[in-house]
């Protein structure tokens, strides 16, 4: 779908109406707040295809899991991403016919997402059955400011003369497409209505979250507010009926205020004043001054994330839309919730938390958003150590090792795939590999005496169990896993797992041996809780000092797994174009089998641990890799994209940027209407501001190295560095960097050591290629 | 559930109803004639827990494919044995209230299977709330003479007066228990009944099987027929109804007569007529006719199939009992039908063929029953050739690559699990050796130009395909399969697949030079049929010239798969009790993980190409892979039994055989209430013909080495050679070989020629111990 959307460097842009695509749309012109999010559903009755959904954070629900074939340890539940009460609903009769876009073609359709300002607007023109034209525009926004309340402004301007009989309310009668046994997930609690709004609370089945949702209309004929709406309630609706009659050439505007409160912020009892006080609000502020509110939180969120990139519409479209969908779906206000890989795009992968947040998402907040944010992430694991240590033991685990969920949203595994569940254990890694580099970018160490080092710990100690010792090759192996190459299972002896694994060991008694130092207090208690035996380290030391990782020596690379190179040897340009994605052509057992790779697995290890490899080992690994890789998970182009510039090779730097920057924009993997990727869309920030910017975190060092395509001509990012923020600008001959801090910086740029002033733009001669 | 069934060389015996073990009784007790079967639920009512199950050969439901997460190349349905119609059924009102022994325990009851004579009876005293009693018993066989008939006598004797409201009908409102979506899987055709019989056709879903059941009655009182029978008929069900006063110490006896046909076997508009013409010859037989007629079958049957073991009377009662159960599944009467895992007496596993029969049963009907019933089995595969060149094709394979099914009912694969249905690719070997099997044991070659030439093209045409070659090593390959041991999952170079896909190209070239050189006619219609063309001899020549074995010098054994030493070396005997069977008490990935072997893999192959390796090797690997093989599949132990004899090892010999001849009589894998394992019943038959028989049929020589177990006395069988019956018998210190042949026939006895006269008793010294 290439082109369907058009390219703009803010806007997101559909002309003309195309049912086909309705779905791809409804997700790539998703809206949310953080705190609540949803599709781009039409207001008004729509025949067609749909996804519906409007989603709330942290209101899911445990559907009971379904597998053709059960495997001791699978969990009993899969949590789901809950479509929840349509909020938006209309019902628009003319002279006795529903508005239904599926129905009648509109003429002049046009839709469009500001990224700038959160707004998602729409226009087109209408003809009924008997002829009769009409022009619609409706603006809708979840307020970032004011994050439960949502406004809808919706108007129709009268070509002809006609009896409109316009409805506007809430649903609460709502599925979800993924449901493992048809059920609907809700229960209704009461429908109420007095005569300036109306509202309704429904509770989840099984969890008991309890959701009010209330909303009030104001209407206008020609900006003429009228006082003329009916609410009333029914099973799982509320709503108001305005009834009128249009003429010719005038403008009728209903305005719909709507709240959304959970009991995740409120008792139950409280719940409905909760919701009026929202309406109240919203009824004070009124539409353009809550439009205003909102658009200004934008504002200020752009003036510290926003990506700039000169001279190619495509490329500084992609960019925005990452980081816009990101901060629609997180907001890191509360510890409980996540970032799930579609966000509030869709159903998919259940909306739970992944691997992906750690190795994706923290460093984009990292370097965009206060510290805080990211901590809440951390504290998210930290929380949920108890569940992981159980879930370890359900796999035969002890002492207190520990091993987080694959996919969760309370802690507890969800995932029932033996291959997955239980082998693609690389995850911990990755959990406790965020620790090291929110140290790393914040200079906060204080979070290790706050639970980090239990994490580190659980972790480590799992990794000493899982590995074992081979009396035939006289090293430690590690047996059955999944690496983040998904295309290969239960393999033996994954080179990233095994470098992970011996690196969290080697961190996680640095860390304990450092706490045993520093701050006896938190030791001894650090000990008591968690029966912490300094013995654990000697074993750990052993199997760092004598792990197995496989290599070919010849080639000069680390193999993915043993025996990776027995595997017939084949280039991804050797495959006929009509069999890719091979996920979506070849029987599973053939994917296995071949040498191709879905996502960077060697590479994203040398990725995380960069300094510990020689550029040149880098190159001639990623010289093996790359050719090899399908990049058939959206969490792959980025980490490449980094290290072809790293390795100076811009085509294929900018070819994967574009892939991955545009994923869904432009449907590389034919799945948008599923939804959007949500958590590798932190991955195209880190392609641009760690691939073509060439930032580096290490040691407390700052460094760049940019590059700039030949298709560009600048780029500009922000990066946030401790307490400091760094702009960096690049054109074609000079790179500028300029400081935000109240204090100098020196930094590295291309290997040599510069000194920032506050507020002193430097400029440098910028290098075409960069190799360290 | 040791011990809970008594032992008896020819009966099973239940003494006492436990309601807790009415489901394993309900399993053990299943009769069956080939073309149809039943569990052993109770005519009347019964309100404990039960499973339901009455099954009629061939007819199947293709169930919608139930799984988590679907991969491509996963079948749409999984072919289901079929819960058919309820002919026991009846209702006995006492005063009103039902018979029903969960509600009022019988006393002295009494259940007997009658191997000899297959039939089952049952009796009890029964006291109802109002302490009125009754002694109850029933005869009840399905007809091995007559295979559409099926018989009930059921009497009553009064030890007080009672109004009796009797009623005995067909209830077609049935249930599968194993139903991915929880449908019905029948729709009604239509109930009928005329004043002296009723009958029913219910049609199945999606395939319309249609099959008619149909029924009369006759009633005594003290063996005076009664006249009295109502005939009625309602949806689902048709009845027939007799109300009675009973008198203390008079008997009442309802004979209830049963015919069963299908389409099948008749066209739909003749069904009806077909089961009327049942009925007729059931009236003018009359039950004591048909149960002659029926035992004297079986009587017949024994002669050639039977298996006595002196002083040990568990180990006679198991022979027995697994002969039993496979001559109530196959009768070898229909190419379309084939040995489902539970045959007639469970839903589990869907009632398909698996290569079980192959591996097997093939070697049981070949050594006791006509060559034609194997052959049946023969045509089974290769009416299904092209079905599993389309499962090929599916999974990328060209050119006539054959894969069968791993499970099927019709040809198609219904298995959904990619380690499973994609990787245990060994079944195709299987297939290919049971070809070359039925010649040895037959000596008519003439299957290999009747199809059997096309199988072994297509399965030598698959295996040529999924090896491929690795540069790293210089040999060739094969990645992801999982053997016969289900344990490991997705390994590279499993030793047994390996060696039997080699096993089968160098035997295909040799049938098709064969065939070249003898019977130019066909080896063109062949060439031409299957665009065979010479070179792809030359592939398959340097394939099994150049293939990968992996194997330990040092240890001197072949090794399961490729790094299995890496694996932490621990012994069964190591594991705890409290954690066996480990399949149901560790997660997957700690099993696969683990050394554990489920089920004889290497020593699978050692056994199917015994004579391709020495003595010594053979008790290297068995010393090596015993110890470690958990015996979790009930297709494992015979397996172990055989080369524990062949090895001298007695005592591991008889405990194994214990565990293959009673699994289900004993419950060792704690699941007999789903239904009896029937294909391993037939790997029982060869742990005591091969194993402490010590048959083998190699290259035109038949050979015995009998060793006699210390808790046996002595043991005899007969086994079928070409056109020859061999009767071996063994006490203490001889062995005597009869034959029954119109010729003599030499034959080997530990290694010794030997010439065996006809009728002509040849008695030897037995040997204590004799290894090769």
Redesign the interface.
Known sequence: MKNYFLHNEWQIIEEGFNPEMHEAAESIFSIGNGKMGQRAMFEETYSGKTLQGSYIAGVYYPDK?????W???YPEYFAKVLNSPNWIKMNIEIDGESVDLFKHAPANFKRVLDMKTGLLQRSFDYTTSTNKKFTVSVERFMSKEDDEIACIRYSITAHASADINWSSGIDAHVKNTDSNYDEIFWSRVSEKNDDNSAWLTSKTNKLHFEVCEGFFVKMFIDKNEQNAAQYSNSDWNVSAHWKLKAEQGKTYCMEKYVSIVSNMYYDNASLESACQNNLQKARELGYDKLKTRHTNSWASLWENADITIDGDIAAQQGIRFNIFQLHQTYSGRDPRLNIGPKGFTGEKYGGSTYWDTEAYCIPFYLGTSDASISKQLLRYRYNQLDKAIENAE???FTNGAALYPMVTMNGEECH????IT??EIHRNGAIAFAIFQYGLYTGDLSYLNEGGAEVLLGISRFWSQRI??????KQY?M??VTGPNEYE??V?NNWYTNYISNWCMKYTAEVIQNISNTDKAYYNDFCTKTKFNADELVRWKDITENMFFPADENLGIFLQQ??Y?????ILATDLPTNQRPI????????I??SCFIKQADVLQGMFLFEDHFDVETLKRNFDFYEPRTVHESSLSPCIHVIQATKLGYEEKAYELYLRTSRLDLDDYNKEVHEGLHITSMAGTWMSVVMGFGGLRIKKDTLSFAPMLPKHWSGFSFLVRYRDAIISVRVNKEKLFLNLNASHTLSCEVYGETISLEPNNEVSLNLKAIYVQ
């Open positions: 899991t379904r597998v053709g074939w495997k001791n340890g359900k796999l035969g029932n795939e033996w291959e239980f082998e074992h010792w081979s009396d035939a090759k192996v047996h059955g299972n239960n033996n043993e025996g190179l027995d595997k017939e040897q996920n979506q052509h070849w029987s599973w057992d053939r296995l089998r």
